[in-house]
């Protein structure tokens, strides 16, 4: 089993960056591995998915502004965001994957205000 915990979310003005670390309880080089988000009143959606050959996959909403990468050396999965916007607010969950198994973080929020 697999622990994820997010961190690195916070207040930041429009147009800004962040950068997301999500840092596993174990090895991740067998998962694939990805950030969702899930906005008030939304349903949870996918940003971002990493495979573990290093394929990655963007929502058409941050493809250009949001860069998934991963260390498996330090067991760790990050989201570079720039550019951000108001609708980016939401929580941010870490997921890894591999089959039927998944795992899923507590989620980081990340607030984008004037």
């Known amino acids: 089993q697999v622990q994820l915990v997010e961190s690195g979310g916070g207040l930041v003005q429009p147009g800004g960056s962040l950068r997301l670390s999500c840092t596993a309880s174990?090895?991740?080089?067998?998962?694939?591995m990805g950030w969702y988000r899930q906005a008030p009143g939304n349903q949870r959606e996918l940003v971002a998915t990493?495979?573990?050959?290093?394929?990655?996959n963007y929502s058409d909403s941050v493809k250009g502004r949001f860069t998934i990468s991963r260390d498996n050396a330090k067991n760790a999965v990050y989201l570079q965001m720039n550019s951000l916007k108001p609708e980016d607010t939401a929580v941010y969950y870490c997921?890894?994957?591999?089959?039927?198994?998944?795992?899923w973080g507590k989620g980081t929020l990340v607030t984008v205000s004037s």
């Open positions: 997921n890894a994957a591999l089959g039927i198994k998944e795992y």
């Open positions: 174990g090895s991740i080089f067998i998962y694939h």
């Open positions: 990493i495979t573990r050959g290093g394929d990655t």
